[in-house]
């Protein structure tokens, strides 16, 4: 069974799919930690509410050193570090530790609306502003970059010309359930692999 943890910062909705996918048995892995960058972020009362270890590790507080101590909690602890709306950016020895261990759910398709300051409302507000008539999200690999791992899974949505950024937004998020959910399966089931910037096997 694959031992993930997941990262967050906010509601959680994107943990709250997993841990929905792993009681269906559509997922066979265990969630053995679930970290947050904040405080009070949703996501930690849903973890808590199924008896998941938390940790809430303050970004504030410990700027860069939030990798080293991520590290520290889930070396030989875990297979897969799952970021599901997680906002502070990984580096050092935590990315060479989990090489291609560590994904990310982002509201877009990559390489659209994606790279440094791109999170939350304002992925969609661009999206929107740009007139792209689909947009979707996007699950990869992490590296030493932002947002600029290998792609494992695209979904696409239709964008409306009566869309608000709120609008779009919700309706990426319920595409983020499946596609994150979809990553890990694929993960768990070993069938995949990666030659240079292509994910093979899905
Ligand atoms: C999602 O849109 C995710 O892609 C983005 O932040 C949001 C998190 O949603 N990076 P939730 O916390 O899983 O509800």
Same mark, same amino acid.
């Given at each position: ?11 959680? =909705? ?27 972020? $949703? ?11 938390? $940790? ?11 990798? =080293? ?18 906002? =502070?950016?990984?580096? !050092? ?26 999170? !939350? ?27 600029? +791992?290998?792609?494992? %899974? ?5 964008? $409306? =010309? ?21 990553? %890990?399966?694929?993960?768990?089931? +070993?069938?995949?692999? %990666? ?5 093979? +096997?899905?």
């Amino acid at each position: 069974m694959l031992k993930i943890a997941v990262l967050v910062s906010g509601s959680g =909705s994107n943990l709250q799919a997993i841990i929905d996918n792993i009681e269906s048995g559509y997922l066979n892995c265990s969630i053995e930690a679930v970290i947050s960058d904040k405080k009070d972020a $949703y996501g930690i009362d849903r973890a808590k509410a199924k008896d998941i270890k938390t $940790y809430i590790l303050d970004r504030k507080q410990l700027g860069i050193n939030i990798s =080293s101590e991520i590290l520290k909690i889930l070396d030989g602890k875990v297979d897969l570090i799952v970021l599901a709306g997680f906002l =502070s950016i990984l580096q !050092g020895e935590l990315l060479h530790v989990f090489k291609n261990k560590i994904i990310n759910i982002h509201p877009a398709l990559i390489p659209c609306f994606c790279g440094g300051g791109m999170y !939350g409302m304002k992925v969609h507000e661009k999206a929107i502003e740009y007139g792209v008539k689909v947009s979707g999200c996007t699950v990869h690999f992490v590296d030493e970059g932002t947002d600029s +791992g290998p792609i494992i %899974i695209q979904k696409v949505v239709d964008v $409306y =010309s009566t869309d608000t950024a709120k609008d779009l937004q919700l309706r990426v998020l319920k595409q983020e359930h499946k596609a994150l959910s979809e990553a %890990i399966k694929y993960i768990s089931d +070993g069938r995949i692999t %990666i030659k240079g910037r292509k994910v093979l +096997g899905i």
